[in-house]
């Protein structure tokens, strides 16, 4: 288990991380073209595709490294390495620069701060999912073998209602039929109430 220090220093690492990203896009914004919404998102999806090639690796790696050494302290036994995770799809990132491009219509302030914050999330994520990825992997439930008797009891049959009068199921279809002609002549059934 990790201590509370330890985890600090993880998510000031990962903050670190984050805010190197973030500040190649500050460098790389103002070469944007930011007079066309259109032509901005184009260009945004191209800057956080370089981004995240540059940082999704290194951030991952930090959730990975973190796992890896926890593990060690817990002595864990077993080998196992983390491994790093995928980089977001390329849709994923096209829809993202759509979002965060969308922003230009109102102010191109906004639309850097919803860059910036698309970056920071997909950052965490990676971080994020470096370490929950061996995690969920095991915790992945076993198959169970279930045994099964080799005879089983005849299962009782249900009782049926055919026009408000219950017929046993047990009883051969030429006997039900005369059963709910029978009953029928009697009247309906009535029940009493408590």
Known sequence: MATQAEAIAHREALADVITLAMAELVTEWPSLPLDSPEAARVALAGLLGDLLDAFHPVAGGLGADWYDDLRLAANVPGSFTAPLPDLPPVQQIEKTASWAASGLYVDVDKALADSAAAVERLLALADREAIETPVGALRQPQRLRV????????????QRRHRGVE??????????????DERLRRGPVRRRLA
């Open 147 to 158: 045994l099964r008797p080799q005879c089983h009891p005849r299962p009782r049959l249900p």
């Open 167 to 180: 017929v046993p199921q047990s009883l051969p279809m030429h006997r039900r039929a005369g059963l709910v």
